[in-house]
């Protein structure tokens, strides 16, 4: 199958190990003088972001170029483990008691 940039820039890319998606295709990578394609590089998320962040897919790890998406197979990082609650962590004593208020009485104002 043979596919131009320009078909290749408007398919979104979507990962085949969490479902998310990537975004749509930015660029290609290629060697010179030799002209082999190396692997494509996209936004990294979906939807807007500010950073400069983006991640470059091997072409090894483009499983298929559809007629709207590409699927890609990446490993995503680890996620943070989860507290199971609160009441984990060490015993945190409660918080000083606030000092009084230097507040007058009404009676003063008559």
């Not at 807007?48 to 559809?66: A, M, Y």
């Not at 699927?71 to 680890?78: G, R």
Request: glycine share 10%.
């Amino acid at each position: 199958m043979e596919t131009s940039f320009d078909e290749l820039k408007r398919k979104e890319t979507v990962n085949l190990t969490d479902g998310k998606k990537l975004g749509k295709v930015i660029d290609v990578v290629f060697t010179y003088p030799e002209g082999k394609v190396q692997g494509i590089v996209v936004p990294g998320c979906g939807g807007f972001h500010w950073g400069k962040s983006r991640l470059f897919i091997d072409l090894c790890n483009v499983k298929k170029i559809g007629v709207d998406v590409v699927l890609v197979e990446i490993k995503s990082a680890p996620k943070p483990t989860k507290k199971k609650n609160k009441w984990d962590d060490e015993y945190c004593p409660p918080p000083p008691p606030r000092p009084p208020h230097d507040r007058r009485d009404y009676g003063e104002y008559e």
